[in-house]
């Protein structure tokens, strides 16, 4: 664990200036006399040494740690100037601050007079009651109470001394082993009694951010109690520097005094607060500190989609310190070294597609594996609408993509239109103008074996009530699944349905949309979609009547050229059917490219109604905003 240091005295560490000079004249030594050089080596190393370590200490450099379980001894003063009545209720305020203790914390109790006597040895017991021996009432010895208390407690964990006393010291010097006690790491509170007890006031505790980026504004709150109600002036100093004073009206009890403080430079911060007042009697009790450890400015980058879609977030980040850089989707760094260098990564309405599954899934890794953070902001491009159902950031982010209700959600329905003629058992080697039907050969698994499988993987994305529906072309078009809601017929029925479908026979698209069309035009989804899977090799049709009759249904085309040599024809009908083509020159990519294409689809809806922002929890990002004036969105 990285313990941070803490320099009391940092004009002493100019001593380390010395150590040069001390190198320089070994250097210069070791030169005249070559024999001599390891003993001078050895002398000048040890008295840099020697150097840097007095100059440490002169500096008051320290390891300050977070500390474990709280360690309380409570010091009752049971002297005969405490009346029975005070001494009472000391023995209560000691009962009622055991039953609030934490699980790990530990009390002791040590009664004094003119000795001091252990009444309870620390203990997680949240019950005590007096017994046994009581010391004599006959002075008052605080410095004895406070040896006590402080023998009592265990190396490590916050420790604490509260003196309950009327303060009428007879016996000893208090303030000179309360000072030794703060020295040794151990606070001492004191809670008056008796007739002074209407003089008080004591900083019971500061409260600043354990950790925070550097050159951000934040608050560190003092409490301060008052014995009544007075004026009194708190004082705040970052690394014993003044960093601010506040005359403040105390109410009797506890106060809370806020300080706002943005320190010029990071590294570890000691905020003290101090309390005066002109009637207070204590002042072992007017002190309290904590510790805040001020980072590098955070790092952000944004992946837009355009400029505009990042810039206005890159200016807000800014004026909050924060650093923020703007990339296209195709910029955005893959590998971690590149990533790991931003504290979180925003997407601002980019695409799914335009990210890519390599960038996913370097987030995906960014987030789960590197503990860094991933926002995506809202758009047209943005969540479900932007492709990212069943992607690699919706499992990252804590949001599902799909929508649940019918009522929001857009219907679908799909039809698969795949080849299944002859050439789907072979490959197409070379490029389109140079097929022949003579270099078509046998290897490997087919184009057919292989779209169907796509088809399969990519139906198991679909909702239970997204229709979807097969059909198989060859000379002639076939119905191999018939146009059934997912929830009806189960990815295992589908599979089993494409099992016995084989290459054999010659090439006709268009009898396969004609019978993907008919199919469709029987269905009431408002999304109605063909993906067409071939090499494009087919009979010679018009399709611009099929395409003009789709295209007033509704009916949108996205076609997949299965291997090297495809028709230009498939491209054409994508372009002309409203969808997307897809070059699949590796047939072995088809089962990617139908689920990528299922995906969009499954996505490609709004819910959009207006809605009030409500606040759910406090956060520093809503200061100064009023929850019931947020406008409707």
Request: net charge negative; with cysteine; hydrophobic share 45%.
């Amino acid at each position: 664990m990285n313990l941070p240091l803490q320099i009391s005295e940092p004009k002493a560490l100019i001593l380390l200036l010395t150590i040069p000079f001390v190198i320089a004249l070994g250097v210069l030594s070791a030169r005249a006399r070559p024999r001599d050089r390891p003993r001078i080596a050895a002398s000048t190393v040890i008295r840099s040494l020697i150097l840097a370590l007095i100059a440490c200490a002169l500096a008051g450099l320290q390891l300050v740690s977070a500390g474990g379980p709280l360690n309380v001894v409570f010091l009752v003063d049971e002297s005969a100037s405490v009346s029975q009545a005070n001494q009472s209720a000391a023995i209560q305020y000691v009962q009622s601050a055991l039953k609030t203790m934490g699980p790990d914390d530990r009390a002791g109790v040590v009664l004094f007079g003119d000795q001091a006597i252990v009444a309870r040895a620390l203990s997680g017991d949240k019950e005590w009651k007096p017994f046994g021996d009581h010391p004599a009432a006959t002075a008052t010895n605080i410095e004895v109470a406070i040896q006590a208390g402080v023998a009592l407690f265990p190396e490590g964990g916050s420790r604490r001394l509260v003196l309950l006393s009327d303060g009428a010291e007879t016996v000893g010097k208090a303030t000179g082993q309360a000072r030794l006690a703060g020295l040794s790491g151990v606070q001492l509170s004191v809670v008056p009694m008796g007739a002074q007890s209407q003089n008080e006031v004591a900083v019971d505790k500061v409260a600043s951010p354990d950790e925070i980026p550097a050159g951000q504004q934040f608050d560190v709150q003092a409490l301060v109690k008052s014995s009544s109600d007075r004026t009194a002036t708190v004082s705040l100093f970052d690394n014993d520097e003044p960093a601010g004073q506040q005359e403040v009206h105390l109410k009797a009890g506890n106060n809370a005094v806020r300080f706002t403080v943005k320190p010029a430079k990071g590294g570890f911060h000691v905020f003290k607060a101090r309390v005066s007042a002109v009637d207070d009697q204590y002042a072992q009790n007017n002190e309290a500190s904590s510790y805040t450890m001020l980072r590098r400015p955070p790092s952000v980058l944004i992946v837009a989609g355009s400029p505009a879609d990042g810039e206005p977030l890159k200016q807000a980040l800014s004026a909050s310190q924060v650093d923020a850089t703007i990339v296209s989707p195709e910029g955005m760094p893959h590998k971690d070294e590149h990533l790991a260098q931003y504290d979180a990564v925003v997407l601002a309405n980019a695409s799914a597609a335009a990210i890519g599954i390599e960038g996913q899934e370097a987030l995906q890794h960014f987030v789960r594996d590197l503990g860094h953070g991933l926002v995506m902001l809202g758009g047209d491009v943005s969540y479900g609408a932007g492709g990212y159902l069943r992607s690699p950031i919706e499992e990252a982010l804590p949001v599902n993509m799909d929508v649940h209700t019918s009522e929001q959600r857009a219907s679908l329905a799909l039809s698969f239109v795949t080849d299944k003629s002859g050439s789907m058992g072979r490959c197409h080697c070379g490029a389109a103008q140079q097929f022949n039907p003579a270099m078509r050969t046998e290897f490997g698994v087919s184009k057919v074996e292989i779209a169907k499988q796509a088809i399969a993987k990519a139906a198991s994305v679909l909702n239970s009530s997204d229709k979807v529906g097969v059909v198989g072309f060859d000379d002639t078009a076939h119905s191999l699944v018939n146009m059934e809601e997912m929830g009806m017929l189960g990815g295992g029925q589908l599979e089993a349905d494409l099992k016995p479908v084989a290459a054999e026979g010659n090439t006709n698209i268009f009898s396969g949309l004609q019978a993907a069309v008919n199919s469709l035009e029987q269905t009431d989804a408002k999304i109605k979609h063909i993906i067409l899977i071939s090499d494009g090799w087919t009979k010679q049709a018009d399709f611009s009547p099929l395409l003009n009759d789709m295209a007033a249904q509704n009916i949108t085309l996205s076609t997949v050229g299965a291997g090297q040599g495809a028709d230009p024809l498939m491209k054409q009908l994508a372009d002309k059917g409203g969808g997307s083509y897809y070059m699949a020159e590796d047939v072995n990519t088809i089962p990617d490219i139908l689920l990528k294409e299922t995906v969009r689809l499954a996505g490609s809806y709004y819910v959009e109604k207006p809605f009030k922002p409500l606040v759910t929890r406090p956060s520093p990002i809503l200061k100064g905003l009023n929850a019931d004036s947020l406008p409707s969105l």
